[in-house]
């Protein structure tokens, strides 16, 4: 399993708290920026972070924001991404399991450390079940 990440300014220090659960997991990563609190736009980081994923370089992706919304949303414009804003474990594993989600969006402002380190975790574990739901996320593209 391999991890592209990404946060714009406020979701920095949240990003920096889950590389260290990540490399305490021995979870292979690239950190897509942004690198400091200084404003940037979160556009710029979700569309490296989605694409990375999209070509399949990662087997998934994790941004952060002070919502999440403006990186899922940026995420969702490519084709091949399936981006879920999840504020619970339980939204986390059913975004996998009924969505196939391949990017967690994650509200840097609206989490705990703690919140962030177990959604994430659940997400990342968490299979497709395929079946009907395979039917449904077949559904999804516009072609």
Same mark, same amino acid.
């Given at each position: 399993m391999t991890i592209a990440i990404g946060a714009d300014h406020a979701g920095y220090l949240a %990003? !920096? %708290? !889950?590389i260290e659960f990540l490399k /305490?997991?021995? =979870?292979?990563y690239k950190d897509f920026g942004t690198h400091s609190t &200084?404003? +940037? &736009?979160?556009? &710029? =980081? @979700?569309?490296l972070v989605a694409q990375a994923v999209e070509n399949k370089e990662y087997t998934f992706g994790i941004l952060f924001c $002070?919502?999440?919304? $403006? +990186? /899922?949303i940026t995420a969702n414009k490519h084709q091949g991404i399936r981006s879920a804003l999840c504020w619970t474990k339980e939204i986390a594993v059913l975004s996998r399991q009924h969505n196939d989600a391949n990017i967690l969006a994650l509200p840097a402002r609206f989490l705990t450390e703690q919140e962030i380190m177990t =959604? @994430?975790?659940a997400f990342l574990n968490?299979?497709?079940e395929g079946g009907r739901h395979q039917i449904r996320t077949a559904k999804i593209p516009c072609s």
């Open positions: %990003k !920096l %708290k !889950l /305490n997991k021995q =979870i292979e &200084d404003s +940037v &736009d979160y556009p &710029d =980081i @979700a569309h $002070g919502s999440g919304q $403006g +990186v /899922n =959604i @994430a975790e968490s299979p497709f």
